[in-house]
C-alpha cells in the first residue's frame, strides 16, 4: 500500500530553520530515488531536493546551499533540513519518488504535504 507522510512544517521568522521528515512506505522507498516538492499558492508544483538510492543529491537554484537532503533506509524516511528560510520559500511540502509515483487508475499520488511558512 502506497503511503507518504510528511510531518514538520509550521510558521517561522526569516532567517530560521525547520526540518521536515517523511515516512515513506517500503515499496516506495527502497531502492527508489526519493525527493521533495514544494507548491506556493498560484504555483506550480516543484522540485526542490533530491536524493538517490546511493545518496547523491540535488537542488534546485533557489535551496542549493540552505537546504539539506538526506535519507534513513532502515526507517523508511527522507528528510529535509531547512536552513536561512526566506519568505518566498513558504509553500507547502510533500515527499514522492523522484519522478512522482503513479498510482494505476489513480494517478500521481501525493500525501497530505505539510505546509511551511516563512514570515518576514
Known amino acids: 500500500q502506497v503511503q507518504l507522510v510528511e510531518s514538520g512544517g509550521g510558521l517561522v521568522q526569516g532567517g530560521g530553520s525547520l526540518r521536515l521528515s517523511c515516512a515513506a512506505s517500503g515499496t516506495i522507498f527502497s531502492i527508489n530515488a526519493m525527493g521533495w516538492y514544494r507548491q506556493a499558492p498560484g504555483k506550480q508544483r516543484e522540485l526542490v531536493a533530491g536524493i538517490g538510492s546511493n545518496s547523491n543529491t540535488n537542488y534546485a537554484d533557489s535551496v542549493k546551499g540552505r537546504f539539506t537532503i538526506s535519507r534513513d533506509n532502515a526507517k523508511n524516511t527522507v528528510y529535509l533540513q531547512m536552513n536561512s528560510l526566506k519568505p518566498e520559500d513558504t509553500a507547502v511540502y510533500y515527499c514522492?519518488?523522484?519522478?512522482?509515483?503513479?498510482?494505476?487508475?489513480?494517478?500521481?499520488?501525493w500525501g497530505q504535504g505539510t505546509q511551511v511558512i516563512v514570515s518576514s
Open positions: 514522492n519518488r523522484v519522478p512522482p509515483l503513479v498510482v494505476a487508475g489513480t494517478g500521481t499520488y
